[in-house]
């Protein structure tokens, strides 16, 4: 059962929403208003996308030098 | 067979189940601690000081499939204790109302809503956005933001293990991911004007 929202509502509580931190049925109505409005689906989109490159840079080759300090690390454990 | 090797992973000698998992996860973990400290010896001695101090006590941990977010958090409480050690106060960091900043959003900077026609200026920011770009922003965030969005962004911990990890309250968790995020999207809204890779609709106006 969702009821309508408007848009002001969702950019309210998108980053929530893609946190996945709202309870069941106010996500159930963002995700309705999504299917049906352009805007904020784009919207929802850009921030995806953005937080996707923020994960990203968490990433990073770690150097030979630190591998293989834990390797000798571990040895001694 | 891959049954009995994933019981052996869940209760097998635990030596060799770190250090297979620390294998796997020491690119993740370099990365978050090189973008904690910042600075690539810092980030090394961190990792090597947080996984001693994950192999001391990996006999507490209950449930093997947890050991990521596990050894993440001791990696998160390792920094916060090297910084106690450095700075007096570290996690004193207040969040001040400030609503027009915590409402700054780079789509909004970017978005026109009637220029379809000529393309989708915020994919193109986005396309035009280098990891570079990221990590500068990033990097300019204060401590306390700055640990939060990456606990919550790049480790997708949710907001009651951000804030058991750090030890704050659920509203400190919220309020300094809010402003971190915004502080984050604006760094990114500033550099990409300098950049000249985006076009404010407003003619280049910075709220």
Redesign the interface.
């Known amino acids: 059962m969702t009821r309508d929202i408007r848009c002001e509502d969702v950019i309210e509580k998108l980053?929530e929403f893609l946190?996945?931190?709202l309870d069941p049925q106010t996500e159930a109505e963002l995700a309705h208003h999504m299917e049906h409005c352009r805007?904020c689906f784009?919207?929802a989109e850009?921030?995806r996308?953005?937080?996707s490159?923020?994960?990203?840079?968490?990433?990073?080759?770690?150097?030979d030098?630190?591998?293989l300090?834990?390797?000798a690390?571990?040895e001694r454990? | 067979m891959p049954e009995p090797r994933r019981v052996s992973s869940a209760t097998g000698c635990p030596k060799r189940y770190f250090a297979a998992e620390v294998e796997r996860l020491l690119d993740r973990l370099y990365g978050t601690a090189l973008r904690m400290t910042r600075d690539s010896n810092d980030a090394e001695d961190l990792v090597a000081e947080a996984l001693t101090k994950a192999w001391a006590k990996f006999d507490t941990l209950q449930d093997r499939r947890s050991f990521e977010k596990w050894v993440f958090r001791i990696l998160v409480n390792t920094y916060i204790s090297g910084l106690r050690r450095r700075q007096a106060r570290p996690e004193e960091q207040g969040v001040e109302d400030d609503d027009a900043l915590d409402r700054f959003s780079l789509f909004e900077q970017v978005h026109q809503p009637f220029l379809l026609w000529w393309g989708n200026p915020e994919q193109q920011l986005l396309d035009k956005l280098l990891r570079e770009d990221i990590e500068r922003a990033l990097d300019a965030l204060p401590d306390g933001f700055r640990m939060v969005v990456i606990m919550v962004e790049v480790w997708g911990l949710s907001y009651a293990e951000a804030a058991e990890t750090l030890n704050v309250p659920l509203g400190t968790v919220r309020s300094r991911l809010n402003r971190g995020r915004a502080l984050l999207q604006r760094a990114l809204w500033r550099q990409a004007s300098q950049l000249g890779i985006a076009a404010s609709p407003s003619g280049g106006g910075d709220k």
């Open positions: 980053l946190d996945r931190e805007a784009t919207r850009f921030e996308q953005l937080r490159k923020v994960a990203d840079v968490g990433q990073s080759e770690a150097p030098r630190l591998r300090r834990m390797r690390l571990m454990f």
